[in-house]
Protein backbone atom coordinates (compact mmCIF):
# COMPACT_ATOMS: atom_id res chain seq x y z
CA UNK A 1 0.00 0.00 0.00
CA UNK A 2 1.22 3.37 -0.97
CA UNK A 3 1.73 6.09 0.96
CA UNK A 4 -0.74 8.37 -0.52
CA UNK A 5 -3.70 4.86 -0.03
CA UNK A 6 -2.70 4.71 3.86
CA UNK A 7 -5.91 6.59 6.25
CA UNK A 8 -4.68 9.30 7.97
CA UNK A 9 -4.43 9.27 11.18
CA UNK A 10 -6.62 12.02 13.18
CA UNK A 11 -4.25 14.54 14.87
CA UNK A 12 -4.07 14.02 18.64
CA UNK A 13 -6.20 16.15 20.61
CA UNK A 14 -4.35 17.08 23.93
CA UNK A 15 -6.05 15.22 27.29
CA UNK A 16 -6.28 16.91 30.51
CA UNK A 17 -3.89 18.55 32.36
CA UNK A 18 -1.87 16.27 34.97
CA UNK A 19 0.81 16.80 37.81
CA UNK A 20 4.16 15.75 36.63
CA UNK A 21 2.80 16.00 32.91
CA UNK A 22 5.10 19.48 30.71
CA UNK A 23 2.98 20.13 27.70
CA UNK A 24 5.17 22.37 25.43
CA UNK A 25 4.31 25.89 24.83
CA UNK A 26 5.92 28.56 22.22
CA UNK A 27 8.95 28.60 21.57
CA UNK A 28 9.24 25.11 22.62
CA UNK A 29 9.04 25.84 26.33
CA UNK A 30 6.88 24.16 28.44
CA UNK A 31 3.33 25.85 28.76
CA UNK A 32 1.58 26.69 32.10
CA UNK A 33 -1.50 23.93 32.82
CA UNK A 34 -3.71 26.96 33.36
CA UNK A 35 -3.08 28.54 29.62
CA UNK A 36 -3.01 32.03 31.12
CA UNK A 37 -0.10 33.78 32.39
CA UNK A 38 2.66 32.14 34.72
CA UNK A 39 1.09 33.50 38.16
CA UNK A 40 4.37 34.72 39.23
CA UNK A 41 5.55 36.49 35.67
CA UNK A 42 3.69 39.85 37.45
CA UNK A 43 5.36 39.88 40.78
CA UNK A 44 7.63 42.48 41.51
CA UNK A 45 11.34 40.90 42.07
CA UNK A 46 12.67 41.93 44.82
CA UNK A 47 16.72 41.76 45.30
CA UNK A 48 18.55 39.98 47.22
CA UNK A 49 22.19 41.60 46.86
CA UNK A 50 23.12 45.18 47.13
CA UNK A 51 24.78 45.38 43.96
CA UNK A 52 24.29 48.56 42.20
CA UNK A 53 21.72 50.28 44.60
CA UNK A 54 24.52 52.91 46.07
CA UNK A 55 26.56 54.62 43.59
CA UNK A 56 29.68 56.58 44.18
CA UNK A 57 29.43 59.73 45.79
CA UNK A 58 26.54 58.18 47.74
CA UNK A 59 25.44 56.92 51.35
CA UNK A 60 22.86 55.16 52.99
CA UNK A 61 21.11 56.20 56.54
CA UNK A 62 19.60 53.13 58.04
CA UNK A 63 16.98 52.90 60.70
CA UNK A 64 13.00 54.36 60.89
CA UNK A 65 14.65 57.96 63.09
CA UNK A 66 17.58 58.63 61.03
CA UNK A 67 15.94 58.32 57.61
CA UNK A 68 13.14 61.09 59.41
CA UNK A 69 15.45 62.81 60.73
CA UNK A 70 17.33 63.31 57.25
CA UNK A 71 14.03 64.05 55.91
CA UNK A 72 13.57 67.01 58.09
CA UNK A 73 17.47 67.88 57.34
CA UNK A 74 16.34 68.01 53.94
CA UNK A 75 19.05 65.83 52.29
CA UNK A 76 19.82 65.44 48.88
CA UNK A 77 17.51 62.29 48.37
CA UNK A 78 18.30 59.56 46.05
CA UNK A 79 15.80 56.51 46.27
CA UNK A 80 14.09 54.54 49.57
CA UNK A 81 15.29 51.08 50.32
CA UNK A 82 12.13 49.10 52.84
CA UNK A 83 11.38 45.85 53.30
CA UNK A 84 8.09 44.99 52.22
CA UNK A 85 6.76 43.35 55.26
CA UNK A 86 7.56 46.47 56.85
CA UNK A 87 5.34 48.59 54.68
CA UNK A 88 2.70 49.06 56.29
CA UNK A 89 4.73 50.12 59.31
CA UNK A 90 6.40 52.21 57.86
CA UNK A 91 3.76 53.85 55.87
CA UNK A 92 4.58 57.53 57.04
CA UNK A 93 8.16 57.38 55.44
CA UNK A 94 7.15 55.68 52.01
CA UNK A 95 4.04 58.73 51.72
CA UNK A 96 7.02 61.24 52.15
CA UNK A 97 9.26 59.06 49.83
CA UNK A 98 6.30 59.79 47.07
CA UNK A 99 5.25 63.26 48.21
CA UNK A 100 9.08 64.19 46.92
CA UNK A 101 9.26 61.86 44.11
CA UNK A 102 12.14 59.55 44.88
CA UNK A 103 12.31 56.14 43.89
CA UNK A 104 10.86 53.38 46.38
CA UNK A 105 12.51 50.13 46.13
CA UNK A 106 11.38 46.86 47.77
CA UNK A 107 14.25 44.55 49.15
CA UNK A 108 15.22 42.08 51.72
CA UNK A 109 16.08 42.94 55.39
CA UNK A 110 19.22 41.09 54.48
CA UNK A 111 20.21 43.56 51.60
CA UNK A 112 19.61 46.84 54.19
CA UNK A 113 21.91 45.07 56.45
CA UNK A 114 24.68 44.43 53.88
CA UNK A 115 24.87 47.92 53.20
CA UNK A 116 24.39 49.38 56.37
CA UNK A 117 26.71 46.82 57.96
CA UNK A 118 24.32 46.01 60.38
CA UNK A 119 20.89 44.57 61.31
CA UNK A 120 19.24 46.88 63.46
CA UNK A 121 17.60 48.70 60.59
CA UNK A 122 13.92 48.40 61.23
CA UNK A 123 13.48 47.64 57.39
CA UNK A 124 14.08 50.78 56.21
CA UNK A 125 17.07 53.07 55.00
CA UNK A 126 17.45 56.14 52.62
CA UNK A 127 19.97 56.45 50.13
CA UNK A 128 21.23 60.26 49.88
CA UNK A 129 24.36 61.79 48.01
CA UNK A 130 27.31 61.96 50.69
CA UNK A 131 27.72 65.60 52.33
CA UNK A 132 30.97 66.98 52.47
CA UNK A 133 32.88 67.47 55.92
CA UNK A 134 32.62 70.60 57.26
CA UNK A 135 35.39 73.11 58.13
CA UNK A 136 35.89 74.17 61.55
CA UNK A 137 34.93 78.03 60.27
CA UNK A 138 31.69 76.89 58.80
CA UNK A 139 30.80 75.49 62.45
CA UNK A 140 32.20 79.05 64.34
CA UNK A 141 30.01 80.77 61.05
CA UNK A 142 27.15 78.75 62.88
CA UNK A 143 27.45 80.10 65.83
CA UNK A 144 27.36 83.69 65.02
CA UNK A 145 24.21 82.79 62.61
CA UNK A 146 22.56 81.63 65.92
CA UNK A 147 23.67 84.97 67.95
CA UNK A 148 25.27 82.50 70.01
CA UNK A 149 28.83 81.61 71.61
CA UNK A 150 30.85 79.11 69.89
CA UNK A 151 30.27 75.38 71.30
CA UNK A 152 32.46 72.86 69.76
CA UNK A 153 33.01 69.21 70.89
CA UNK A 154 36.24 68.10 69.74
CA UNK A 155 36.16 63.94 69.98
CA UNK A 156 39.94 62.53 69.97
CA UNK A 157 40.70 59.40 69.75
CA UNK A 158 36.94 57.49 69.69
CA UNK A 159 37.12 54.38 67.63
CA UNK A 160 33.89 52.39 68.36
CA UNK A 161 30.87 54.20 66.01
CA UNK A 162 28.36 53.48 68.68
CA UNK A 163 29.84 55.21 71.15
CA UNK A 164 30.30 58.42 68.18
CA UNK A 165 27.03 58.31 67.94
CA UNK A 166 25.86 58.22 71.02
CA UNK A 167 28.32 61.69 71.94
CA UNK A 168 26.77 62.66 68.72
CA UNK A 169 23.17 62.51 70.08
CA UNK A 170 24.41 64.14 73.14
CA UNK A 171 25.59 67.26 71.87
CA UNK A 172 23.13 67.80 69.63
CA UNK A 173 20.64 67.58 72.83
CA UNK A 174 22.82 70.05 74.35
CA UNK A 175 23.05 72.56 71.74
CA UNK A 176 26.42 72.09 70.05
CA UNK A 177 27.21 73.66 66.80
CA UNK A 178 29.69 71.66 65.57
CA UNK A 179 32.25 68.61 66.41
CA UNK A 180 35.55 68.33 65.26
CA UNK A 181 37.43 64.68 65.16
CA UNK A 182 41.05 64.10 64.09
CA UNK A 183 41.28 62.54 60.55
CA UNK A 184 43.38 59.10 62.07
CA UNK A 185 42.04 57.00 64.47
CA UNK A 186 39.19 58.04 65.08
CA UNK A 187 35.86 56.15 63.73
CA UNK A 188 34.46 57.02 60.56
CA UNK A 189 30.99 58.71 60.29
CA UNK A 190 29.48 55.11 59.51
CA UNK A 191 25.56 54.23 58.46
CA UNK A 192 25.86 52.54 62.18
CA UNK A 193 27.28 55.57 64.23
CA UNK A 194 24.42 57.37 62.24
CA UNK A 195 21.64 55.26 63.73
CA UNK A 196 23.38 55.50 66.78
CA UNK A 197 22.98 58.79 67.15
CA UNK A 198 19.28 58.59 66.20
CA UNK A 199 19.56 61.52 62.95
CA UNK A 200 20.98 63.78 65.31
CA UNK A 201 24.24 64.22 63.20
CA UNK A 202 21.72 65.60 60.23
CA UNK A 203 21.66 69.05 62.21
CA UNK A 204 25.21 69.24 63.61
CA UNK A 205 28.11 70.04 61.37
CA UNK A 206 31.34 67.37 61.28
CA UNK A 207 35.14 68.85 60.64
CA UNK A 208 37.64 66.15 59.85
CA UNK A 209 40.99 67.81 60.75
CA UNK A 210 44.42 66.85 60.15
CA UNK A 211 45.70 67.85 63.60
CA UNK A 212 43.23 68.40 66.36
CA UNK A 213 45.35 69.56 68.77
CA UNK A 214 46.76 72.65 66.03
CA UNK A 215 42.83 73.49 65.65
CA UNK A 216 42.21 73.71 69.45
CA UNK A 217 44.97 75.76 69.73
CA UNK A 218 43.78 78.40 66.93
CA UNK A 219 40.30 78.55 68.94
CA UNK A 220 42.41 79.31 72.26
CA UNK A 221 44.13 82.25 70.11
CA UNK A 222 40.05 83.30 68.63
CA UNK A 223 39.67 83.76 72.48
CA UNK A 224 37.40 80.65 72.71
CA UNK A 225 37.78 78.46 75.91
CA UNK A 226 39.06 75.33 75.65
CA UNK A 227 37.98 72.54 78.35
CA UNK A 228 38.95 68.78 78.94
CA UNK A 229 36.73 66.44 79.54
CA UNK A 230 37.68 63.45 81.90
CA UNK A 231 35.24 61.42 83.61
CA UNK A 232 37.13 61.12 87.45
CA UNK A 233 36.56 65.11 87.23
CA UNK A 234 34.91 66.89 90.16
CA UNK A 235 33.19 69.35 87.87
CA UNK A 236 30.00 69.24 85.22
CA UNK A 237 30.70 70.47 82.46
CA UNK A 238 27.70 73.24 83.22
CA UNK A 239 29.28 74.02 86.55
CA UNK A 240 33.18 75.05 84.69
CA UNK A 241 31.16 77.52 82.63
Known amino acids: MSDEQ ?9 GPWRPGVKRPGPYGRPAYPGGGP ?18 EGEEIIAGRRPVEEAF ?14 RRDALQQIVLHATAVRIPIIEVEGAVIGQLAGFDGHQGVALVVRRRPDAAPEEILARAVARGEAPFIV ?3 GVEDPQNFG ?9 GVHGIMIGSTGAAPLSPAAIKASAGAVE ?3 VARVDNLADELTALRLRGI ?15 AD
Open 225 to 239: RVVGAEAEAAQTYRE
Open 38 to 55: RPWASRRTIPTRGIGLIA
Open 72 to 85: VARRDLVKLLVVPQ
Open 166 to 174: SMIRSAEAV
Open 203 to 205: HLL
Open 154 to 156: ALD
Open 6 to 14: RPQRPPRQP
